[in-house]
């Protein structure tokens, strides 16, 4: 089995030479637990490899990445320039078929490694979906027809948004990059 290494010490050593070529790896805990430090270091590894890396950030910009970098040595914009990393802020709350954009960057793109960082942010999403929907169905005419055909009345948030991430996960699988989704 064809193995990724994410670069950090010991974890390829825990994880029997690396992350299996191709899986999709959630990472999780908490605000400030290093989620996005460790997929950057998984990125930067692979870039400086000579892979092609993209990091789609729902949270951070790019500048605010290369920033963050900074404090661990890494040199981002190096590396973007290089072409071998490359990083989109996508702002899934304003911006409308962020999911087509993610598909196409992937597409365009064609990395090894991709990070989504992070998936609480589509939920977020969905929540302020739900709650303009239910504001504008409260107040009733033509803004509520609207709102009915935007998000239909029958779809829970809950189904909503894991109908969303599977959509995202599904298109992912069919890459041939190793994913780390936060």
């Known amino acids: 089995m064809d193995r990724v290494k994410t670069g950090i010490n010991g974890l390829d050593e825990l994880l029997n030479g690396g992350i299996p070529s191709g899986n999709l790896v959630l990472i999780s805990g908490g605000a400030g637990t290093g989620k996005s430090t460790l997929c950057t270091q998984y990125l930067v590894h692979g870039a400086n490899s000579g892979e092609k890396c993209l990091y ?5 910009n790019q500048e605010q990445l290369h920033r963050a970098g900074v404090n661990y040595g890494w040199n981002l914009n190096e590396l973007t320039t290089a072409g071998n990393l490359k990083i989109e802020y996508i702002d899934v709350v304003n ?4 999911m087509e954009r993610i598909k196409k960057s992937v597409k365009d793109f064609q990395p090894t490694r991709v ?3 992070s998936l ?4 977020d999403y969905v929540s302020i979906n739900e709650y303009a929907r239910q504001t504008l169905l409260t107040r009733g005419g033509a803004s509520a027809k609207i709102a009915e055909t935007i998000v239909p009345g029958r779809i829970s948030e809950k189904t909503f948004t894991r ?5 995202l ?3 992912l699988r069919n890459t041939n990059a190793t994913v780390f989704l936060t």
């Open 56 to 60: 789609i950030s729902t949270e951070q």
């Open 120 to 123: 609480n942010t589509f939920s």
């Open 163 to 167: 109908r969303m991430l599977l959509t």
């Open 169 to 171: 996960i599904n298109g």
């Open 95 to 98: 911006e409308n078929n962020f």
């Open 115 to 117: 990070v989504i960082d």
